[in-house]
């Protein structure tokens, strides 16, 4: 018998320009078992073409505190995508 593929929900957010181009803030998904936030991002871009030319100078964080790309997300993650920060 074939191993049964479990699902994870995360919730995601998306702050400032990111908030925009994918039309809110936040959202709840499930994902495949260890899923990374690249994957994460990947799905989002493939949904909302204009959101990958965001990849390059976005940072993410999981639950609250900066994550690498590759890191591997688990069931109640919550997810944050945030664009680079301009001031003045």
């Known amino acids: 018998m074939a191993p049964v593929s479990q699902t ?8 400032g320009r990111l908030k925009d181009v994918v039309g809110q803030s936040e959202e709840s998904l499930d994902l495949t078992e260890a899923s990374t936030i690249e994957q994460l991002f990947a799905l989002y871009s493939e949904r909302i073409p204009q959101l990958a030319k965001y ?13 690498a790309w590759d890191a591997v997300l688990h069931p109640g993650d919550e997810v944050a995508f945030l664009p680079p920060v301009s001031g003045g």
Do not use: D, I, T
Not at 8 to 15: A, E, G, I
């Open 8 to 15: 994870v929900r995360v919730k995601v957010l998306f702050f």
């Open 55 to 67: 990849r390059s100078s976005v940072f993410a964080s999981r639950n609250q505190e900066f994550a």
